[in-house]
Each structure stands twice: as C-alpha cells, then as structure tokens.
C-alpha cells in the first residue's frame, strides 16, 4: 500500500471528444423531442451532487424507453467512437455523471416499468430507471421488501452501477449480495443477460458482479433482478445518546461482535444533532447518537433490543427513546436521511465534500475518533453521520466555494482520513464508487497491479473507450 | 435461451501442449524433490471425483510452499507458453483439474497455514491449502466458526476458486457472499490483491467475486480472506420424514418463502436414505426425509423449529426425530455427507454422474419431481440429494463404466433436468462449476453474447492461455 496523493476533485486532463454532427443529427431524427440538446437539459446530466462541476456538459441527452434504444444509441455511439454516460436520477456521488470526455446522455429514467414480480422466490425484475421507493410501492401488497435503502430515492440501475449499500446493509447486504441478475448493453451495442433468477450459481465468470460497481465503464444496465425479503413480523426503531463517540461506536462494535442480526445502527454525532433538529423539527438530545432498528419475530425483536439496551448501558448509554408507530419510525429515518440537507442548510451557499471510509469494525473507533479530532482541529464546519455496523462512515465537510482554502483544507482532512482507513485495512469507498473523485485513493488502496487488471478488463470490453470513459480510473 | 446439447464428459479436442524439457529441469533443479515426475504422483493430480479420466496427466507436479514459489512457477510457465493447473486436494467434481491441454501441476496443499484470526472483525486470512476443517479447528477456540460446508473437506482455495456452498449456505450464503480478499498470481506471474477486510467496498471493479469461480482459468489464488460467524448460542437438528418427495419440498417452499432463517434444510429420498442407513448405520424412516438445522438463541431455535413442525404437520410431515447431543447432530451430517459413497457401496463397481441444477424455490417442486419421475421411468440406480433450501439438489446417476448405454442413459437424463432447469429460469450449475462437464451448458445458460464476454476477459487477462486452459469455454 503506498501513501495516497490528494485527489483533485477535478478531472485532470479532460480530454472532449467531437461529437460529430452526423450523429446528433441521426439521434435527433430517430428520437425526435426524446434527443435534447437544449443547454439546460444538458446541464442537468452533466452534473450529480457531488460538490464541484467544471466540466462542459454532454453534447446531448437521449431519453430512451427501451433496451433496444439504448443498444442502438450504443452501436451509433460505437461507431462514432463518441462516448455515453448513463442516466438515473442524478444523485450519485463521486462525479459519475460528468461528461469529461464529452459525448451523449442517456437518461434511463423513463425505463421505470416493474417487470415481474416473482413473490414467490422473493425476486423482482424491474427496468434500470425504477427507484427503490417506487419498487418499494410496487411489492407492498405482497407483504416483501427491498431493503437496500442509500438515502437518495436513486434508481436501481444507478444503484447497481455504484454498488450502493446503506442503513440496512449491516443486516441485508448491499448490491453486490442483492443483485441476481442483469441485462446488459455492452460497448458494441450487443444485449447481454448475466445471471439467473436462482439464489445461486457455479456456472461461469461472475458477470454480474464484475458489472455491479463498474459505474457504466463496463455497459449499460437496462434490467435487474434483486432479491425482496418479507417484511419483518415486528419492527422497532429507537434511538439511544451516549456521552461520547466513544461510547457510540464502541456499543456498536460490541453489538457487531455478538452477532446480533440488527437491521440498522446509524451514528450521528451531537453537532449533526443539532442540524438534524433544527432542519426536521425533532427534539433529540444533542449529544453522541445511535439510530437503531430491530427486525424479525416479536420474540426475537425483544430480545436484540434487550441485548442492545444492556450493552449501551454498560458504556453509558442513555435511555433507549422508542420510535413505535410507523409514522415515527419513518420521520426519524427522514431525519437521518436528511442529515446532508440539514447540514447545507446550516451553512447557507456551502458545498459539502463527503467521505466514504469504511473499516475492519474492531478499527472503527481508532478510525473515527482520530479522524473527529483532526476535523474538530481544523475548525471546518462539518457534519458526521455513519452507517457503523459496517464500519463505514461519512464526513460531510461543509466548506464557501469562495474561499480556495476551505477546499484545500476538507481536501487535507480527506486525504488524511483514507490513509488512515487504509493503514486500518479498510477501503477509501463503502458505497459512493471512484467515480472522478477517488482515482488516486484507488490505486493506493488496490495497488498498481490490480488497477492494472481492472483497466486491461475495460479495454477489452470496451475497445474505443466509449462507456463512460475517465472513471475509477485513467486511461 | 437455445436448448442445450448433450455435454460429452470428455475434453472434444484434447490438444497436448508440448512441455519443455527445459522448463521440467527448470523446475526440478528450482524446487528438488518438491517437482515430481513420478507416474503415481502425476496421475493423482490428473482426476478430480469426477467419474471419467481419460486425459494424460500433467508433466509434472509442483508442490509450492509460498506464493512466490507459485509466482515463480508461474512465471515460467508463461515464458514457456505451458499450462498450469492449481490443485489442492482434488475435490472436485466436474473435471476441473484435468491436465487437457498437459502443463504443470501447482499443488498447493502444503501452503495450507492459518495466516491471521481476526476474531473481533469476523475474519481470518488463510492461506489456498487450508481445509474448511482445518480452518474451523483452528478458529474453535475463538467462539466463531466458518459455516460453507460442501461436504467434502476441501481446501479453502479450491472453494474460491469453483464458488463453492453446500448445506449452511441457505443461511450463510455461498463463497461469493463469504470470501472479502484475495491474494492472486496472474497469469504473468504478478502478484495481486483484491478486497480488503472491510466488509462492504464501492471501490472499483469487484475482482474479488470476478476470481472467485474463475476455476483456475484467470489466475491462481494464495491467499483467501473470509468471513466469520459467532457460533450459535443453540444449535438444533432434527430430522422429518414425509409421504411423498413433492410433500418435503413443498415444505421447504414454504419455510423458505416466510423468510425463516433455517440454517440447513437438506433432502435425501427414499431410496437415498436406504443406502446412508445401510453405510451410516442409521436407522432413518425410509421415506423421503429433510434433515433441518436451526441456529441462534435458544428462544430464536425454539420459535424457528415450532413454525417448522407446523408446516411441516399440515403438509403429512411425521414428528420431528431430534438430534439433540453434538455428536448426535455430527453423526447425521456426516451421514448426509457420506450420501455419495454409501450410493457407490450400494452398486459395486459403479461410478456416479452427479448433477447440480439450481432454480428459483418456486420451481423446485416441477423441476425435482419431473425430473424424479424421468430418472425413475428410465430404470437407471440413482440417488438423490439436495440443498432444497436454495433450489439446488443432486442427483448421481449410478452406472457401470463397461456398459455405455447407462453412461448414455445417465447423460440423457442429466440433460433433460438442465434444459427443465433452464426453462425453469435455473442455472446449470448451482455449486460445482463447469469444468469440463458443463461447457455446452453454460452456453445455453448465460449465451453466445455474455460466454463471448468470459472469453474476452481471459483473453485480456491470460493472453498464452496458460491458466488452466480448456475449462469453463473452448478458446
């Protein structure tokens, strides 16, 4: 593992591709008002949240509502060597988005037809441009869920393209253990299917999972296949203070380390508590927080919450405050999820630059806490929020676009953080992908080596370097 | 989906690569008496358990004891465009470790040291000749345990490497859910990484997962990173018999589909459990059978085998027998495990064709019960087992290798239940891999377009097709 340089936050070489005209005009008259090339359509893919766009944005966006479309978008793309950067709904993380080589967007959104629901085996097949809530809404009836849940309503497509995770994860798995099945459009244009709808499988390379997390440089994921779970007998949500990040993290790992199946164990430190209260209109006590829930038979649910209650207070913990009916449960997960919005807002016209480290769970704590330190010593404003069963956390540091040093300094702190993470065997990403942002960390986690065969993969696969080119890493 | 053709059980073009005596001097003077040319030596590590050999063996044996000795090896062989052919205790069961283009042996047995137990993370790192029995020996005194368990005692290398289950992965998944980090010598002689030991990872492609039921084809693995579990608190196994096979799975259905977290639900027929009595000497109910596990609290085992019992009473399942002590739970395990050589002992002589088809739990009752019905009207010996739980089960076909036509009859058999598999939305393969065996069914599983997409990746990765070549597809 060497020391990892500081990320740019930039695309450093950005190298735009013509789009011939030839194309666009292809494209405009087969798609008609489905091809804009209108600035602020263009605009609006040429971007996601994360914190800095200084790229031109794509030279067009196709609105396709089929896998055939996509596939022909792709073979026109292919031979005129022009780039295509999927679509969903914009909320990834890392600069995925950005067209730094130019080319054409094909926004996916509109694909957003449930296709089968198979109750029965617990799977659902939808098109890439479903969201979870929307599939969520879909299987209510059947008494299943899909617990993925990253935060954002993304798409299931933008979603399997990141390898996305979230609060559930501790107990669930994140993407890359939901996703049975894809169907693909490769860089020529072909429509492949990876997979089967059967839990398991031997039978060959394991396409599905070299295409979840691959952020569009591999193909475009046109439909998936994931896994429901029946929704759990009983429910309980709480929320539990501590006196310190400590004693928070420290409740978590030995939470962790029992084995118990908790479905969600979210920290969010006294200062986020205070933004979280201010913006969402609840009354948590403003110190150290952990956001629990616990899911399975009534029986089973007493008694993790049981197990958990004596672990908190054997470190400090507070009380367990009960969020009991569904509306409660779901106004504290908003809250939590809105954490982000809550923070921006704390800071009128910042940006936030988000952290994603993830750690071994025995490293948490030296992780987080010499991590909290050196952002407290900083004096930049930020706020903590962490998906810690898993050992993944988020720093959101919130810095003035007009103030150079702000950036230079959240750059530092992050920089300082995945060298950590790494020293600690962890990963510079848990769930937010490289994307444009975490080129360098890559290398210096994986090494030169690794990297190496994930670029020979892609030139194989992808010749003319048109699926989503410029990502994870340079070519 | 085209319907598939009968597999030959045999390499179609066996083309010998020539082996250098350069290169067998090489080696000999490198590694000493650690490079066997015996006969006996190279013909032990040209079969697997699969029931025909009729390819030369390798020209030598390397017993590697590092991964730079494999790197080495490796390195060689590149320079001398020879194949290599990883092999740890030669447990496998589709011809995986058949010498079809000749090359070099790698055994890697000997590297077979617990390298670190992470018990407070759930990890250990172990090096590819560990077995998972050695493995959970050497974490027993940590109160955790590795649960995949494909009955035979195979190495930790050999599992990676054929994504391995077995009868806990109902509960705790599959190789693909368990292994987090590799450690990989390309086909170059490169010594790679993949993963960390952070339990979830957005960064990159998943190469770890791409390695892992790679089959040898792709590089050779040195080191394997998996998870842990705590033992349960309360373990319970009990055994159920039923009037009918489609009875036992309609049961299994309907515990799967209420999202009961079973730890094994295992099916063995009536005629199966004639033989283990016989072998075991045990005295099972000679009628189809689940033999059930049930992890977690004693509450949580309780509550999970009373649902159990119900369902399995409404469906004409007789009372629960229990396996009560450790020993007790052992011996039938171990019964189950033996499934395979108390069907050989029952027809002297005999060698067994083994299928491994996987569908989604839905289908499990049309596939298994067309398939019992086709098997039983075809006059063949058989016995039947299954990983019900995740829709997968194995029948082997008992014939006698001087009679073809039962060779023919046990293929035509094994090809109807795959395209019955296959119609069904199943798999081929859901434990064993390809090999050799399931060439021309992967094809009609996965297609032209994604087997064309395992191809260019191979190629990328392996351009002298040294890793193990003639497996998983023809190149």
């Given at each position: 593992m060497n020391a990892p340089t500081p990320s740019t936050?930039?695309?450093?070489?950005?190298l735009q591709r013509e789009v011939p005209d030839a194309l666009l005009t292809t494209l405009k008259s087969r798609f008609a008002e489905r091809c804009s090339t209108a600035l602020v359509v263009r605009e609006q893919h040429g971007r996601d949240e994360s914190a800095f766009t200084t790229v031109p944005p794509p030279a067009a966006v196709v609105y396709a509502l089929s896998t055939q479309e996509v596939a022909e978008v792709v073979t026109l793309a292919s031979q005129y060597r022009v780039p295509v950067i999927p679509f969903g709904v914009g909320s990834s993380l890392e600069g995925h988005l950005l067209a730094v080589q130019g080319g054409i967007s094909i926004d996916v959104s509109r694909m957003n037809q449930v296709l089968a629901i198979n109750a029965e085996d617990l799977t659902v097949t939808?098109?890439?441009?479903?969201?979870?809530?929307?599939?969520n809404g879909a299987v209510k009836s059947t008494g299943l869920f899909f617990p993925i849940d990253p935060g954002a309503d993304a798409t299931l497509g933008g979603m399997s393209a990141t390898r996305a995770s979230g609060t559930n994860a501790v107990r669930y798995g994140t993407m890359r253990e939901n996703v049975l099945a894809l169907e693909v459009v490769t860089a020529s244009g072909e429509v492949i299917r990876t997979g089967t709808r059967a839990k398991k499988s031997s039978a060959g390379y394991d396409l599905t999972r070299l295409m979840v997390g691959s952020e569009g440089t591999l193909g475009v994921i046109t439909e998936v296949t994931v896994k429901l779970y029946p929704l759990p007998e009983a429910i309980s949500a709480a929320v539990c203070s501590f006196p310190s990040i400590e004693a928070a993290v420290r409740t978590t790992i030995q939470i962790i380390q029992m084995g118990i199946p908790i479905a969600r164990v979210e920290l969010i430190d006294a200062n986020t508590v205070r933004m979280v209260n201010a913006h969402s209109k609840l009354t948590l006590r403003e110190e150290p927080q952990l956001l629990m829930e616990f899911h399975g038979s009534p029986a089973s649910v007493k008694e993790q919450a049981e197990t958990v209650q004596e672990i908190a207070a054997e470190l400090g913990g507070n009380a367990f405050e009960w969020a009991t009916t569904p509306e409660a449960r779901t106004r504290l997960w908003t809250a939590r999820h809105n954490a982000y919005f809550a923070a921006i807002q704390s800071k009128p016209g910042c940006r936030a630059i988000s952290t994603d480290t993830c750690v071994p769970i025995s490293r948490l704590a030296d992780c987080l806490l010499d991590?909290?330190?050196?952002?407290?010593?900083?004096?930049?404003?930020?706020f903590l929020v962490g998906h810690v069963g898993d050992g993944n956390f988020h720093f959101g540091y919130l810095l003035d676009p007009n103030i150079p040093s702000e950036r230079a300094t959240a750059e530092q702190l992050n920089h300082a953080l995945v060298t950590r993470a790494l020293r600690l065997e962890g990963t510079c990403s848990g769930e937010h992908g490289v994307g444009l942002h975490k080129m360098d960390f890559l290398l210096s986690e994986a090494g030169s080596g690794?990297?190496?065969m994930m670029r020979t993969i892609k030139q194989a696969l992808d010749p003319h370097n048109i699926m989503n080119p410029g990502k994870i890493f340079t070519l």
């Open positions: 936050h930039l695309a450093p070489a950005i939808v098109q890439p441009g479903v969201t979870r809530k929307q599939l991590s909290v330190a050196e952002a407290d010593a900083s004096g930049l404003a930020y690794a990297v190496a």
